[in-house]
């Protein structure tokens, strides 16, 4: 079996649990404390939104790509790489029809070198297992960015030992994958197990830094 059909069993295993929806009061409040420090970061970058290309690796039901379209983004600058056919599917009745959306391995995809002003990815190389394969994606996103364009990079940075099929990636290791980047990064997310037990708490718990167990970063290329 490939890295890349075991990434598709681990999704599929992760697939049957609610626990990431929206209207979970810990899932609202990890979403919206993202937002924020995102658009803090991004209202530093040149140009305006209606003017910025922009791809997601692993855009799943097209989540992400919805956010970026209200922030300004035009529908033909977006394009979703995705490898589960069943998210591609949702993603493409979510989003307009000028959107792009690509199948299958993110490190193949199609996308002209040089030619987007963001590239993101959230949660998805915590799931890729082999080092090999997070290179080769982190080299094909590197490749799409224009001179001064930006990886968006959020994901968590420590293991879950209750959870096999993932692994943090930490901040030194984000920093091997794009080595020429200029880094500006932020913790965030409170720890998943405490803000599901404690949702109420979520601002007072998320306030202690060593409690927030992913990154968001911006990785800019010269």
Known sequence: MTELQRI???????????RYSL??????QMWQERQRVLLKLLARRPGQPAQWRATEVGCGA???LLDLLRLGLAPAHLTGVELL??????????LPEGVT???????????APASQDLVLQSTVF?????????????????????????????DFTVNNPRNPDVRGVPL??????????HFTARRVTL?????????AAYGLLNAVPWLRTHRLVLIEKP
């Open 126 to 154: 915590s799931s890729i297992l082999d080092d090999a394969l997070q290179q080769r994606v982190a080299d094909a996103m590197w490749r799409w960015l224009k001179p001064g364009g930006a990886v968006v990079w959020y």
């Open 85 to 94: 056919p069943e998210r591609l599917a949702a993603a493409r009745a979510a």
């Open 191 to 199: 720890a998943p197990p405490l803000a599901r037990a404690l949702p």
């Open 23 to 28: 209207l979970r009061p810990e899932v609202w």
């Open 8 to 18: 598709a069993e681990r999704y599929a295993r992760r697939e049957a649990s609610d």
């Open 62 to 64: 097209g989540g992400n």
């Open 101 to 111: 959306l690509l199948a299958g391995d993110a490190s193949a995809a199609p996308v």
């Open 172 to 181: 030194r290791r984000v920093r091997a994958l794009f080595p020429q980047g």
